[in-house]
């Protein structure tokens, strides 16, 4: 059994930073694909930032691009995300979650569709 477990949300001004993480436990018997989604109440999930186990590959949100970084640290079994330049819209309940059945780039499309495990999320509310 995968669980994973959010933490480091909270509130932080217009332009500032915050940075997310996710810790992995349990096995994952195969390749996978982890990432970041975001929800707002009302609004359908959105992939964030999502990364594929064997080859490294990560794939952003074009709204996120060049202001949010993935990076996983092995040796913890955690997954973060660094986000900086925050605007308001990035406000929002975010979800770590795991996927093993293909394209990464298809699931953060996908908003996270069919997902194998996720995250009880964590928030960030972004003020002016």
């Known amino acids: 059994q995968v669980q994973l477990a959010e933490s480091g949300g909270g509130s932080a001004q217009a332009g500032g930073s915050v940075r997310l993480s996710c810790e992995v436990t349990g096995a994952i018997n195969k390749p996978y694909c982890l990432g970041w989604f975001r929800q707002n109440p009302g609004k359908e999930r959105e992939g964030v930032a999502v990364?594929?186990?064997?080859?490294?590959?990560?794939y952003y949100a074009e709204s996120v691009k060049g202001r949010f970084t993935i990076s996983p640290d092995n040796a913890k079994n955690t997954l973060y995300l660094q986000m900086h330049s925050l605007k308001l819209e990035d406000t929002a309940m975010y979800y770590c979650a795991t996927w093993t059945g293909g394209s990464c780039l298809k699931w953060l499309k996908e908003g996270g569709a069919h997902s194998d495990y996720w995250g009880q999320g964590t928030q960030v509310t972004v003020s002016s």
């Open positions: 990364i594929f186990s064997t080859s490294g590959n990560i």
